[in-house]
Nanobody, 120 residues
Framework: QVQLVESGGGLVQPGGSLRLSCAAS????????MSWYRQVPGKERELVAT???????NYADSVKGRFTISRDNAKNRAYQQMNSLKPEDTAVYYC??????????????WGRGTQVTVSS
């Protein structure tokens, strides 16, 4: 009924930039918080950034000043601008959103992820 699809990942050199996009589709009544998580093999998935329905934001300490999360409520999209990328930012980045679909209840959805690789 609802799906999240990430895009914008890729290979970038240290110090470079990428912009991720998360598109929510389906019969959506409302979307609450939207978040970006990341995960590397063998480690827990970690919260990177969150943006509320009112566009309040929070960031992990490791990305503060470098990443910016935003959203376009009319398009049901969230974005993450990533600047000054470091090799340790390499991970699969996942979009997460709390969504109220039509004919359903509030549900937490995950995208399939997009790979970000920061390497020389």
């Amino acid at each position: 009924q609802v799906q999240l699809v990430e895009s914008g990942g890729g290979l970038v050199q240290p110090g470079g930039s990428l912009r991720l996009s998360c598109a929510a589709s389906g019969r959506i009544f409302s979307i609450n918080d939207m978040s970006w998580y990341r995960q590397v093999p063998g480690k827990e998935r970690e919260l990177v950034a969150t943006i509320s329905s009112g566009s309040s934001t929070n960031y992990a300490d490791s990305v503060k000043g470098r990443f910016t999360i935003s959203r376009d409520n009319a398009k049901n999209r969230a974005y993450q601008q990533m600047n000054s990328l470091k090799p340790e930012d390499t991970a699969v980045y996942y979009c997460n959103a709390k969504v109220r679909p039509y004919s359903s209840i509030w549900t937490n959805y995950w995208g399939r992820g997009t790979q970000v690789t920061v390497s020389s």
